[in-house]
Nanobody, 121 residues
Framework: QVQLVESGGGLVQPGGSLRLSCKAS????????MDWYRQAPGKQRELVAG???????NYKDSVKGRFTISRDNAKNTVYLQMNSLNPEDTAVYYC???????????????WGQGTQVTVSS
């Protein structure tokens, strides 16, 4: 059993910052890629940023230079530092991780429950 728990969302004014965290727990053998997705009302879920186990990152174009993804492998945690937020960043943010566990032969995708980020004055 694996759980991903996100935290750090909230209401912030335009131009402000938030730091999201997502901690994985359970019978984890290895965590491979970790990603942050977001879903705004009426829109499809989209990839915001990702990071490999080796630390290679990628970003959605509209967040490059404003968002930074990082991870602490010792803590099984991925972070998303979000700066210069604007109303278009308003969404529910989800983390996803590719995780190998003791119970399953192959690694699978696991999702967190989501955390709301609202950017408004």
């Amino acid at each position: 059993q694996v759980q991903l728990v996100e935290s750090g969302g909230g209401l912030v004014q335009p131009g402000g910052s938030l730091r999201l965290s997502c901690k994985a727990s359970g019978s984890i053998v290895s965590i491979y890629r970790m990603d942050w997705y977001r879903q705004a009302p009426g829109k499809q879920r989209e990839l915001v940023a990702g990071i490999t186990s080796g630390g290679v990152t990628n970003y959605k174009d509209s967040v490059k230079g404003r968002f930074t993804i990082s991870r602490d492998n010792a803590k099984n945690t991925v972070y998303l530092q979000m700066n210069s937020l604007n109303p278009e960043d308003t969404a529910v943010y989800y983390c996803k991780a590719v995780i190998a566990t003791m119970e399953r032969t192959y690694a699978y995708d696991y999702w967190g429950q989501g955390t709301q980020v609202t950017v408004s004055s």
